[in-house]
């Protein structure tokens, strides 16, 4: 019986612990958040995003240093729901900071135990006051999507893919699949962070997950 209400006591502390990072966080990145006017790339952002659909797709076609679409077309739908301001544009980025925040928790306790649940809370922490995450954290661009992207991908690859020598299930091979088109038609460099995964299972000799990378990719 006591063990039972520690753990829950336990859960219970662990997510106000969450609850006030997230909230700090969430304080620190919308401090004077529209102080100043939209930088040349953000501009960018807005001048891509508010072109209707057909044309941001038929723009970056053309537009060979211009990044992929997926970031412009989710934008595009935010600024539809909460405006054009520099406010409203820079809080996407806001809020996709967040959710890597909670990813890198999660990925953390997959790397080192679901027992070392303090091990996330720090993980998310430190990155919440990195200089460049609270940077890109703040702009209207792609960036705070990229790490959340590349921070999901990393903990599906550790819980699907590298604990086991068997071919990955059906929804292991789709998700990760998913994902790393996202993360790849968000920034086109974020295919570094791809590749590390098949030298990550040959060096562990995962055969089988390995050519299950390379024929789904």
Not at 121 to 126: I, M, Q
Not at 127 to 141: Q, S
Not at 177 to 202: G, M, N, S
């Amino acid at each position: 019986m006591d063990s039972a209400v520690n753990s829950q006591r336990r859960k219970l502390l662990a997510l106000l612990a969450w609850c006030l990072l997230l909230m700090l966080a969430w304080g620190l990145w919308l401090w004077h958040l529209d102080a100043n006017d939209l930088t040349f790339d953000e501009a960018a952002t807005y001048i891509v995003a508010h072109r209707p659909l057909p044309d941001i797709i038929g723009y970056l076609r053309a537009a060979v240093r211009e990044h992929p679409p997926v970031y412009y077309l989710l934008i595009r739908g935010w600024m539809a729901l909460a405006g054009t301001s520099e406010f409203c544009l820079r809080l996407f980025s806001v809020g996709a900071g967040l959710v890597a925040l909670a990813l890198t928790g999660w990925l953390a306790r997959l790397a080192m135990g679901r027992s070392m649940g303090a091990v996330g809370l720090v993980s998310a922490a430190l990155l919440a006051v990195v200089p460049g995450m609270v940077y890109y954290a703040r702009e209207a661009r792609m960036y705070s999507l990229g790490v959340a992207w590349t921070v999901l991908s990393a903990g599906l690859f550790l819980r699907d893919w590298l604990p086991t020598s068997d071919w990955p299930r059906r929804a292991a091979l789709a998700s990760l699949a998913i994902v790393h088109l996202l993360l790849l038609f968000t920034h086109y460099y974020l295919l570094l962070f791809i590749l590390v995964q098949p030298l990550v299972l040959l060096i562990n000799r995962r055969w089988r997950p390995f050519l299950a990378w390379c024929t789904v990719h």
